[in-house]
């Protein structure tokens, strides 16, 4: 548990006897001792007419106070401005103090060892290979895991720039921390959702802001190549997306795809917009927009 329980919140059904930690106590006692902890472990055994029932319950419920101190370490680390291994464990090492905040801390180290390789830095020990090309993504699941459970704002981008590489556009775009990823998200969740939208994505970037500190230098390309106009006349963007596309992990491939097809609809040209289409035929979260374009391809052609 990571959240602060009451007395009340806890109920023992059918019990003749408590135990809490092996010894034996009232049940409102009990309430009071799962209640009253923050952290460790907590046994508790339920005796019955014919068997005990024995629980255990592990408690790692952050103060205020470990937050603050995890969160200004991240800063530090952030403006180092070099992402490394033994960056990252110097983080780790220096909030080992904060013993409470550690759930949060390890979800934070989790996404950056992810990054590093996403990035492919040798250094990370996950880098993609033939036999296992999503590593990292164990990294980037963990970090959500534990990061979606703490409403603080680190905690909300990150889990913004990580649906938003999931594809998961209905997500990413309610993360108003991340505003640049809620803005080309939008974009997306319109195009899937076979709606016309012409405006282009507004990416001003805010150095300061999270989405910015906390992305890479591919999460930095992949924004920036789903934010194109979608007019028909960024034709040199898309040469170079097409040549990157061999190269990308197949979930930001989907997004650039779209993209690449939407610009040659645009362009006059739905038949090389096609091409991307074949790629994207087994993808089910995409069968409305994939009929949208051979419906608006069909049109063009009569």
């Not at 803005?183 to 997306?188: G, I, L, M, P, S």
């Amino acid at each position: 548990m990571i959240s602060k329980t009451a007395p009340e919140d806890w109920r023992f059904v059918n019990a003749r006897s408590v135990r809490v930690n092996g010894k034996r106590c009232s049940e409102r006692d009990a309430r009071v001792a799962l209640a009253s902890t923050s952290v460790g472990v907590v046994s508790v055994t339920l005796g019955g007419d014919v068997t005990d029932q024995e629980f255990e319950f592990s408690f790692r419920i952050a103060n205020s106070k470990d937050l603050a101190g995890v969160d200004q370490r991240l800063t530090e680390l952030i403006e180092g401005r070099s992402l490394t291994i033994s960056a990252i464990d110097s983080f780790i090492i220096r909030t080992e103090k904060f013993e409470t905040a550690r759930y949060y801390r390890d979800g934070l180290a989790n996404y950056f060892y992810g990054v590093l390789a996403r990035e492919r830095s040798s250094e990370s020990g996950l880098v993609r290979s033939s036999t296992d090309v999503d590593a990292y993504k164990h990294r980037f699941d963990d970090a959500v895991e534990r990061l979606g459970k703490f409403d603080r704002p680190t905690a909300e981008a990150i889990c913004g720039l990580v649906a938003f590489h999931y594809n998961q556009f209905d997500l990413a775009l309610r993360k108003t921390r991340s505003p640049r990823i809620a803005r080309v998200a939008r974009r997306f969740a319109s195009l899937l959702g076979a709606t016309p939208d012409t405006s282009t994505p507004r990416l001003e970037i805010d150095k300061s802001s999270l989405d910015y500190v906390l992305s890479d230098t591919e999460i930095e390309r992949i924004i920036t190549w789903c934010a194109i106009p979608l007019d028909g006349c960024s034709s040199q963007i898309v040469d170079e997306i097409e040549r990157s596309l061999s190269d990308i992990p197949a979930t930001d491939a989907l997004k650039l795809r779209v993209i690449a097809a939407e610009h040659h609809l645009a362009a006059g040209e739905p038949a090389r917009g096609m091409d991307h289409l074949m790629h994207l035929r087994h993808a089910r979260a995409l069968e409305g927009w994939c009929a949208w374009y051979r419906e608006r391809a069909g049109n063009m052609s009569t």
